[in-house]
């Protein structure tokens, strides 16, 4: 059974480093073709790609964004972080971090429940 | 950036109707187009990869259809579980950016 879990700061402050990470069971980052991503949803509006690192450590990211996204792995702990430099309260959203299967098509088959991340002095 | 832009943006419908809901590439992405279901406060759930491949566990009411840059999902007989929003996601090309979403509501 697949799991994924994001955890982090509910609050951060403007210009502040959000830092977050995904927690998952039940699969392997070290199994050729996995990924996992990361998606975020301001409130009430669409969803927006962000982020995507894979078994091999091929990262790719968002155009808009890229210079603000650093996306790691820690193969051993299962765990991915993303990290949001400078932030903005636009950047008010909830995050989530979701499986991806390259060879599958790079759709995302399981999903953590989200994190709301809220950018407020 | 591919931009995916879907038809219509809310759609209301009673139960039984048939629904069908439009995504369009701006560019071709052959069969590389997803769709999701998502309910308030939920995640998304992939209903369909590769344009038309329904996942396991998902009604065979929904179903996807198209290629190219004009693709389809169809709600053939629409359940009170259905009221969600649906979102189109091109996967060929990065960033895979996602449609703005259509929101199915009870007529």
């Known amino acids: 059974q697949i799991t994924l879990k994001e955890s982090g700061p509910t609050l951060v402050k403007p210009a502040q480093t959000l830092t977050l990470t995904c927690t998952f069971s039940?699969?392997?980052?070290?199994?050729?073709?996995?990924?996992v991503g990361w998606i975020r949803q301001p409130p009430g509006k669409a969803l927006e790609w962000l982020a995507v690192?894979?078994?091999?450590?091929?990262?790719r990211y968002n155009s808009f964004l890229a210079s603000r996204l650093t996306i790691t792995k820690d193969t051993s702990k299962n765990q991915v972080v993303l990290s949001v430099a400078n932030m903005d309260p636009v950047d008010t959203a909830t995050y989530f971090c979701?499986?991806?299967?390259?060879?599958?098509?790079?759709?995302?088959?399981?999903w953590g429940q989200g994190a709301l991340v809220t950018v407020s002095s | 950036d591919i931009q995916m832009t879907q038809s219509p943006s809310s759609v209301s419908a009673s139960v039984g109707d048939r629904v069908t809901i439009a995504c369009r590439a701006s560019?071709?992405?052959?069969?590389?187009l997803a769709w999701y279901q998502q309910k308030p406060g939920k995640a998304p759930r992939l209903l369909i990869s590769?344009?038309?491949s329904l996942q396991s566990g998902v009604p065979s009411r929904f179903s996807g259809s198209g290629s190219g840059t004009d693709f389809a999902l169809t709600i053939s007989s629409l359940q009170p579980e259905d009221f969600a929003t649906y979102y189109c996601?091109?996967?060929?090309?990065?960033?895979?950016?996602f449609g703005q979403g259509t929101n199915v509501e009870l007529k």
């Open positions: 979701a499986h991806t299967h390259y060879p599958s098509g790079n759709s995302f088959d399981y």
């Open positions: 039940g699969f392997s980052l070290s199994t050729t073709g996995v990924g």
């Open positions: 690192i894979y078994w091999d450590g091929d990262d």
């Open positions: 560019q071709g992405i052959s069969s590389w």
């Open positions: 590769s344009a038309s």
């Open positions: 996601q091109q996967t060929h090309t990065f960033p895979p950016t």
